[in-house]
């Protein structure tokens, strides 16, 4: 029987591991993106979720168990005055993780786990797989440039190096732009 199989141990005694997911805690209210392991990633999702469910609630009783739980006292001010505000219409899946390969000492595979709605950089460009948009390639003097480009604009959307290195290892067979 499974009784008391509802997370992972990842190789810790108990209080090591809450004291990470605490500090990881306090680093993604800090942060807003961390990159760690997919299983740490998945457990820590969890717990990130519950400490926005209690600062959503405001109370006095809240701000305790926040101070309590968080380990640096300097991002409870962001949490209650901008995650909180950030989320009060949304009702929970208030992270998300993109996993972003296998590290390359130990094979691990890594993630970065961050709240959504978020003003940061974002990882990935999700208008380039949209059907508006199309590749392009160019040959330059420093070698063939991918790019993504409107397809009724011509309007490049992004190009970049890691992926003109993706593929070109790739033989592709692409369309090129009409002329008009």
């Known amino acids: 029987m499974r009784h008391g199989d509802v997370h992972r141990k990842l190789g810790r005694l108990s209080q090591h591991r809450m004291l990470m997911f605490r500090t990881m805690v306090t680093q993604l209210i800090k942060h807003e993106r961390i990159k760690t392991t997919l299983p740490k990633a998945k457990e820590l999702i969890k717990e990130a979720d519950k400490i926005i469910t209690i600062a959503k609630r405001n109370t006095r009783q809240s ?11 300097s991002v409870i001010p962001k949490l209650f005055k901008q995650l909180r505000l950030r989320f ?93």
């Open 88 to 180: 009060k219409d949304r009702h929970g899946g208030y992270c998300r993780i993109l996993k972003v390969g296998n590290r390359l000492s130990d094979k691990a595979p890594m993630a970065y786990i961050e709240y959504v709605d978020n003003d940061l950089k974002p990882l990935r460009d999700y208008r380039a797989n949209n059907a508006k948009h199309h590749m392009v390639k160019k040959n330059t003097e420093e070698g063939v440039v991918f790019s993504y480009q409107e397809k009724e604009s011509g309007k490049v959307l992004s190009s970049a190096m890691a992926l003109n290195n993706r593929f070109k290892k790739l033989s592709l067979s692409y369309q090129k732009p009409q002329e008009a």
């Open 63 to 73: 701000h305790s168990l926040a101070f309590a739980y968080l380990t640096d006292r």
